[in-house]
């Protein structure tokens, strides 16, 4: 499973780009709008410079046509922009329309197997299952990303990755790598909380302290 990271803060990427283990990001409008900007475009390509894999960038407008449009400009901000559609029938035809220009996108806001479905039918080349906001109204959102990964088992031919995203917890990305999610998309702190253990922290302090006690 390849790590992404989940957000659109410069300095975050930057520290995590250099932990050797982030093959992409994902951006979205709210992500940007925690940094306080509305200038895509530049936070977009600060990101690309940092980061050579997959850097998700969302679209705004709600219809098709406009949809490709913005999606063209966003993809020629950089060679490794992927755009973000939300699953909508207009987002659809605009999918349909993208894969056809070599444009990846990422089918998000993903909340049923029948959407992840149609958007693999539509040439996506990654669809984005939002596992915490089903937890939140009490459905199990984990289970939706297993679901997902064996229906697509089922057709060999569909080539659409699954990103596991609305991660809030390292429990969650344990159980996406289970479920054999592609890619999990985690925000910076719960990477921080997938690398550290106590036991790791108490282990150095007491290999630390044996060396000193014969090291002098
Ligand atoms: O990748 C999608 C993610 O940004 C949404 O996360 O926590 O807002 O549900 P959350």
Redesign the pocket.
Request: charged share 25%; aromatic share 8%; glycine share 8%.
């Given at each position: 499973m390849h790590i992404f990271l989940?957000t659109a803060n410069i300095d975050q990427i930057r520290q995590a780009a250099r932990l050797g283990i982030i093959s992409g990001v994902?951006t979205?409008p709210?992500?940007l709008s925690k940094e306080a900007t509305s200038d895509y475009e530049t936070v977009t390509k600060t990101i690309c410079s940092i980061i050579g894999g997959p850097v998700s960038v969302e679209v705004l407008a709600e219809d098709a046509e406009s949809m490709i449009e913005e999606a063209r400009l966003k993809a020629s901000w950089a060679p490794n922009v992927n755009i973000k559609i939300p699953i909508t029938a207009d987002g659809l035809q605009a999918m349909t329309v993208l894969s056809k220009e070599n444009i990846k996108v990422n089918m998000t806001l993903c909340f049923s197997v029948n959407q992840a479905l149609l958007s693999a039918l539509a040439g996506a080349t990654y669809v984005?299952p939002?596992v915490?906001?089903l937890d939140d109204i009490g459905h199990d959102g984990m289970q939706l990303v297993k679901d997902i990964i064996d229906v697509y088992k089922n057709y060999p031919h569909l080539s659409t990755q699954v990103i596991a995203?609305?991660l809030?917890h390292p429990l969650h990305c344990i159980a996406a790598a289970k479920a054999g999610a592609h890619i999990a998309?985690v925000p910076y702190n719960v990477l921080m909380q997938m690398i550290q253990h106590p036991l790791t922290d108490i282990g150095i302090k007491r290999f630390l302290a044996d060396w000193k006690s014969v090291s002098k």
């Open positions: 989940d994902t979205n709210s992500l984005s939002f915490g906001r995203a609305s809030r998309t």
